[in-house]
């Protein structure tokens, strides 16, 4: 492919892209239908633009899929897939094996072999992730037992794709698999053992490299502030994982994933998700285009019949399966109905693994067609599916009699974020601390991240002004951001990205002194603190001790200065001139020493007279 | 309709279920304006100048908080000491509370019987809010009768809740009464009004 044409191509998919996913968001349809629709108009059967040679887009696109499974992992923190271990194993199992058993009956049903028939039920299997997510939380529903019951089927079906991956290959029927064979690997002819020997260790390999020598190496890409840098960093490494692992005939996919849970933990999870998740989002997009494109409406069109059944067949079972899981971990019942067709349509993952098995030669180009349609199918009619649950069948149930099972902690996000750690921030944050309230906390400075980790803090490596990195702290569900970063240019521009993004966030910003304080009024904020006057006012009280005051006095006096200077901080912050400010001032200083001195509090203070006449 | 100021003082409400019962019971009540002492002054400044302007602009004035060592916590007495100020509300010829009414809400973990003479306390709970009183009558108030919740350790929810809802009653009746109804004065605990 020529550069003109590969600028022609990008506008093309640019094009749509921005045409039909911003419509298909607004419809209420999530934007993976709005790729696959615009992937159908750029396609063949409407106005042509992308045929054939769509193979190669579908490969660099592919590349997507990578990038995903290396977030998925990312997010997979330890302490989240505990807390959930119960449902994850529990539900996300019996619901992959159940519905995959019914499933394979279902396409065996249509007169397909077990062989694919089983391959199809457990690519049909998956639910979307992507649009019950957003669903979920649009109806306020993540954090019910329902919603909850969702994640955690979600999560392992995640997990379970890596597997998936390992296992299709062995239905390939065509003897030698397509894919693999066009690109020689580096174990190809080796005998069996050592080719076990040499995955194994790749798989120890990266666990160890990615514990030992990626985060001093982040680190040190980290001191050079420069961004585009960190982020060829984060590229880097997916990428060499995904080729390393292709190398040794491994699913790239799972390379990707292996390596983000080892970085799950490290202090640079936000700023790598957020360095990654641009370009995962635009190939990922792609991909889904490319899909659209690949759809063969006149297969479709011929067997009509068959996809509508399959699309019906395919909402019962899955939903089918789920009512009765949710039966026996005892749901309630609207929640369970809620649970059970929240999750009843065919997932993303489904593209993967359906082009996946193309190219392996698992399954016929005739079948992927149509089974990609079907699975398009069923994810557009989630909304409408869910909408009908809400009319037709939630009313009918009465109000609820069980009692609601007890919910269970999901991925709480800390309420409170603490932009820079440095001594102010981490005074604040010891503070916090000591009193069992968690907080996120992201600092800029590598070196200090490293060691507040060490001493058991939850800090992360990041620049706070840049608004993905505080999505991804949390920002979304937090409460409060306390601003304590030691730069008053970051400050400022931080302030300003949380308004734009989150402006249901309070602020609560330190302050170099009163110069500052003035703009940050001016800006809107309420919760300014200069950060030398109470320490000042302290050194106050303590000189007027040794000169012989009494200390409840002195305080008291530091306290009534305190509350004045505010006061009179928020009418100053209003003047613009020079000469006004100066005259006000000198004003305000005046007023400040006659209320000092006529404060008379316990001064005249005598007995009330027992007998008054 | 008479207007109410509940003065609540608590330091350590949060671990109080009785008081916030009372509190979420009367919170709606429109003629009723609750000033969270422990809340607005943690340093124990009181704002002088905004506690008189709010006694003037009521009629009846509620003491609510726990009876600690036969008191009400610091804070309500740093309070007393400060706003009842000579000059303002007594002596000096003026008298800016005067004919207001003015009466505690207690609460107490000690037993009702206990509060008599010759009993373990040896004294009546009127008897030990005497200087809460006098203040009161040096201002030219009208004291009132308390309203007393005693024994708090062993209530039940239902009690404390009931207790609530004596309480806005209680404060809806006063809101609607005629303030020189004898009838305020003649009882002993204002509870007996509705109970």
């Known amino acids: 492919m020529n550069p003109h044409d590969f600028l022609f191509q990008a506008i093309i998919f640019l094009t749509v892209a921005v045409i039909f996913v911003p419509v298909a968001k607004k419809l209420g349809l999530g934007s993976v239908l709005g790729y696959l629709l615009a992937g159908v108009v750029i396609g063949p059967f409407i106005l042509g633009f992308v045929g054939e040679e769509g193979e190669s887009i579908l490969q660099f696109a592919e590349f997507g899929v990578v990038l995903m499974l290396f977030l998925i992992g990312l997010e997979l923190q330890p302490e989240l897939l505990w807390k959930l271990r119960k449902s994850i194993l529990g539900l996300g199992l019996m619901q992959l094996i159940l519905t995959t058993v019914c499933v394979t009956a279902l396409a065996m049903a249509f007169g397909f072999g077990w062989e694919h028939a089983l391959v199809l039920g457990m690519i049909l299997s998956m639910s979307s992730t992507a649009i019950v997510l957003q669903i979920l939380s649009e109806k306020g529903l993540l954090k019910t037992p329902a919603g909850q019951s969702a994640f955690a089927v979600l999560l392992f079906q995640d997990v379970a794709v890596i597997p998936i991956f390992a296992i299709l290959p062995l239905f390939s029927t065509s003897g030698k698999a397509a894919g693999v064979a066009k690109n020689l690997t580096w174990v190809d002819g080796e005998p069996g053992w050592l080719k076990g020997l040499i995955v194994l260790g790749s798989i120890a390999a990266i666990i160890i490299v990615g514990r030992l020598l990626i985060r001093p190496l982040l680190r040190i890409i980290a001191k050079t502030e420069m961004r585009e840098i960190f982020t060829a960093m984060s590229l880097l490494i997916v990428i060499a994982i995904a080729e390393l692992m292709s190398q040794i005939g491994l699913s790239p996919a799972l390379g990707a994933f292996l390596a983000g849970v080892v970085l799950a933990n490290s202090e640079y999870r936000h700023e790598l998700e957020s360095d990654i998740e641009p370009f995962k989002g635009l190939l990922l997009g792609i991909f889904f285009m490319t899909i659209g494109a690949s759809i063969n409406f006149h297969l479709v069109a011929d067997q009509i019949g068959a996809v509508i059944s399959w699309v019906l067949l395919l909402i019962i079972i899955k939903s089918g399966v789920l009512l009765l899981l949710g039966r026996i971990i005892k749901m309630g019942v609207k929640p369970n109905f809620i649970f059970s067709f929240s999750l009843s349509q065919v997932g993303e993952f489904a593209f993967v693994l359906l082009s996946f098995s193309l190219q392996q030669g698992i399954l016929p180009p005739d079948t992927v067609s149509l089974m990609i349609a079907?699975?398009?199918?069923?994810?557009?009619?989630?909304?409408?599916?869910?909408?009908?649950?809400?009319?037709?069948?939630?009313?009918?149930?009465?109000?609820?009699?069980?009692?609601?099972?007890?919910?269970?902690?999901?991925?709480?996000?800390?309420?409170?974020?603490?932009?820079?750690?440095?001594?102010?921030?981490?005074?604040?944050?010891?503070?916090?601390?000591?009193?069992?309230?968690?907080?996120?906390?992201?600092?800029?400075?590598?070196?200090?991240?490293?060691?507040?980790?060490?001493?058991?803090?939850?800090?992360?490596?990041?620049?706070?002004?840049?608004?993905?990195?505080?999505?991804?702290?949390?920002?979304?569900?937090?409460?409060?951001?306390?601003?304590?970063?030691?730069?008053?240019?970051?400050?400022?521009?931080?302030?300003e990205t949380v308004k734009k993004h989150f402006p249901h966030l309070h602020m609560l910003v330190r302050s170099a002194n009163r110069y500052e304080a003035y703009d940050q009024m001016n800006a809107g904020l309420l919760h300014i603190y200069r950060e030398s006057l109470d320490t000042s006012l302290r050194v106050g009280i303590d000189a007027m001790s040794l000169l012989g005051y009494r200390k409840y006095t002195a305080r008291h006096l530091a306290n009534t200065f305190f509350k004045y200077d505010e006061q009179a901080l928020k009418k100053l912050s209003a003047i613009r001139d020079q000469e006004v400010y100066i005259n006000e001032i000198r004003k305000s200083t005046e007023e400040l020493e006659l209320i000092m001195q006529s404060d008379n509090q316990f001064i005249i203070r005598s007995e009330p007279e027992p007998d008054i006449s | 309709m008479n207007k109410i100021l509940v003065l609540f003082a608590h330091p350590a409400f949060e671990r109080s279920t009785m008081h916030k019962s009372l509190l979420d019971h009367i919170k709606q009540l429109p003629n009723v304006t609750i000033n969270d002492l422990y809340e607005n002054y943690p340093d124990f400044e009181v704002d002088v100048e905004r506690e008189k302007k709010l006694l003037s602009a009521h009629d009846v004035i509620v003491w609510q908080h726990p009876f600690f060592w036969y008191s009400g916590p610091a804070l309500l007495k740093q309070w007393q000491d400060l706003v009842f100020e000579y000059g303002w509300a007594y002596g000096n010829e003026n008298y800016a509370l005067e004919g207001k009414r003015i009466f505690n809400v207690i609460t107490s973990g000690g037993e009702l019987e206990a509060f008599q003479k010759k009993c373990f306390h040896n004294s009546t709970i009127r008897d030990f809010l005497l200087p809460f009183e006098r203040t009161a009558e040096i201002c030219k108030m009208i004291y009132l009768p308390p309203f007393w919740v005693p024994e708090t350790e062993k209530l039940s929810n239902a009690a404390i809740a009931e207790y609530g809802r004596q309480y806005k009653d209680l404060l809806t009746l006063i809101g609607d009464s005629d303030l020189n109804d004898p009838k305020l004065s003649a009882t002993t605990l204002l509870n007996s009004l509705v109970t």
Do not use: C, W
Request: without cysteine; negative net charge; glycine residues 8%.
């Open chain 1, 374 to 495: 079907i699975v398009a199918i069923s994810m557009g009619l989630t909304p409408i599916v869910m909408l009908l649950n809400e009319k037709l069948i939630l009313p009918r149930l009465g109000t609820e009699t069980k009692p609601q099972r007890e919910p269970d902690v999901i991925d709480e996000r800390n309420k409170v974020i603490i932009a820079g750690f440095g001594h102010f921030g981490s005074t604040v944050g010891r503070f916090l601390k000591s009193n069992k309230i968690d907080a996120t906390y992201l600092d800029i400075d590598s070196d200090r991240v490293d060691v507040l980790r060490k001493m058991g803090f939850n800090v992360f490596y990041g620049d706070a002004s840049r608004a993905e990195l505080l999505e991804f702290a949390g920002a979304k569900e937090a409460s409060i951001i306390i601003i304590t970063i030691g730069d008053s240019e970051k400050r400022a521009e931080l302030v």
